[in-house]
């Protein structure tokens, strides 16, 4: 029977961990085998990931999925990814709503195909009463697209009298974005060696702590995340405060 997340036990850990999927093509290429077969590798290594989150403390996961800049890929390896997500929505659907684990989507579903977005839109309802993980799939999700259609939207509202321009400040934008209901993250991990975030969570991560670990994502585990975890409780955040 899984726990709760909210213990207050042990060491302080991440509550939100955000991690950029990375290093699925290096880990296919290395085994002679299609950028493709490392993205399958990649989503099979979710679950594991899913399932480490409340013994570790984790009430809310993000994870990286496809960017705003992916497109820019051949057509091949875009229309292979997007069949990988349905079927990765199809097969894990049931698994996640008996762990608990409720899932909801951020990035533009515009350009997504209908049948994606139906499955997307699904399972978010499905998952709705679940609440002892939160996963959120960033899916065609860039941040400075976020930023901007946020922005949209918000002068949407000053133009139409609903918002004055003298009351918007640092709390009203973040009511604006796709992660309105979820906190800031603490911890962002990013593997394949990269030290870059690649457009991921912009305004949500100005203070987060960062992880940049070689493993490639096919090859990250449950025993990983623990260590990172363990790393996390040993910083000290100080928000630009003094330290104790
Ligand atoms: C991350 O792995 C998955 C996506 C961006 C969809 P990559 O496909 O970027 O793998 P590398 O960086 O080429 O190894
Ligand atoms: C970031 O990885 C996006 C995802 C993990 C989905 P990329 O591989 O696309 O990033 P760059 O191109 O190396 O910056
Ligand atoms: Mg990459």
């Known amino acids: 029977m899984p726990r709760d997340t909210d213990n207050g036990e042990g060491p302080q850990g991440p509550k939100h961990v955000a991690i950029i999927m990375d290093g699925n093509g290096r880990w296919a290429q290395a085994r002679g085998r299609p950028r493709l ?56 659907t049931r698994a996640l709503k008996e762990r608990g684990v409720r899932v909801r989507f951020i990035g533009d579903r515009v350009r997504l195909d209908p049948k994606l977005i139906d499955l997307m839109d699904r399972l978010e309802k499905e998952t709705a ?26 002068a949407e509202d000053v133009a139409a009298g609903r918002l004055k321009p003298e009351d918007v400040d640092e709390e009203t934008l973040p009511r604006y974005l796709d992660t309105c209901v979820l ?62």
């Open 129 to 154: 009463h679940n609440d002892l993980v939160h996963l959120t799939i960033a899916l065609n999700y860039g941040g400075r697209d976020e930023v901007a259609r946020a922005t949209r939207r918000l």
């Open 37 to 92: 077969f490392g993205h399958h590798a990649g989503a099979r290594r979710v679950r594991e990931v899913v399932e480490a989150c409340p013994d570790l403390g984790i009430k809310y996961l993000t994870i990286f999925a496809f960017s705003t800049e992916n497109w820019k890929r051949t057509q091949v390896e875009v229309a292979g990814l997007m069949s990988l997500f349905r079927r990765y929505i199809t097969k894990e």
């Open 183 to 244: 906190p800031d993250p603490d911890l962002v991990i990013r593997t394949s060696g990269e030290a870059r975030i690649s457009n991921f969570l912009l305004w949500q991560s100005a203070y987060s702590e960062y992880e940049f670990i070689d493993t490639l994502w096919p090859d990250f585990t449950a025993a990983e995340l623990e260590r990172l975890c363990r790393n996390y409780g040993r910083r000290e955040r100080r928000f630009g405060a003094v330290g104790s």
